[in-house]
């Protein structure tokens, strides 16, 4: 898959991360990169075409699936951060989390699935996190969704081997955008972020592990979660 040449549609793409990627795309020589948003007049980047896309509206989708039929690389960017735990959060937001990561994401994919597949192939990225691989007090509900987010990811890149379309899975830690506005430990830039994914895309590759932390959490899957999460809930207390 060569950015070059390419026609892309990035979703979220109003700020943070979503931002960088169609910043990068334009520079990379994309020939169109579609800037969505759930709030188009948001958006303000020279060279994009600006759409009008919520994830989690199923006529909004279709809409931007029909508007945006040239597409060849799909950047799935768009989610949310409500910041609850499971137990004794709010329902309303935990549906709200996976409505948007999973649900939101699968929509996205199906719709935009035929128009790769029609137009040879193409790429999808799909923006996961570290957290697609752990828990931790106070972002369950992301962990949850992400995980699901993860798991649909592996999915659809079964599904859609046959119509020649990569499948990419991005992971990362905190970057410095405005969800993460609170988290006060270290944040990598989401230029970085962006800048190793579509790396990745023209690599192949079906995984990009964007900073250290992804790559640390990911090598303790095969070990016993014990000493894990033993360290994760004495960090919480």
């Known amino acids: 898959m060569k950015i ?26 994309a020939t169109k990169v579609y800037a969505t948003a759930r709030h188009p007049e948001r958006v303000d980047l020279p060279g994009a075409e600006v759409l009008k896309l919520d994830i989690t509206d199923p006529d909004s989708v279709a809409a931007a699936a029909a508007a945006a039929s040239d597409v060849t690389l799909l950047v799935n960017n768009a989610g949310i951060a409500t910041f609850q735990n499971l137990v004794t959060g709010d329902l309303a937001k935990i549906r709200l989390e996976m409505d948007t990561h999973f649900f939101g994401t699968l929509a996205v994919v199906r719709a935009f699935a035929p128009v790769l597949g029609g137009n040879g192939g193409g790429a999808i990225v799909n923006v996961l996190s570290a957290l697609s691989w752990f828990s931790y007090d106070g972002s369950n509900a992301y962990a949850a969704a992400k995980a699901a987010q993860w798991s649909l990811t592996n999915g659809v890149r079964i599904e859609l081997a046959g119509q020649g379309t990569l499948v990419t899975g991005v992971h990362l830690g905190a970057a410095d955008t405005d969800i993460m506005a609170g988290y006060e430990g270290d944040k990598i830039d989401p230029a970085d972020a962006a800048r190793a994914a579509l790396d990745g895309v023209e690599a192949g590759r079906l995984e990009v592990l964007v900073d250290e932390w992804s790559a640390t959490i990911k090598s303790t899957l095969a070990a016993d979660p014990g000493a894990f999460y033993t360290d994760v809930v004495s960090a919480t207390r």
């Open 4 to 29: 070059a040449g390419s026609v892309a549609l990035v979703t979220g793409a109003n700020r943070g991360i979503g931002r960088r990627f169609a910043e990068q795309l334009l520079e990379r020589g």
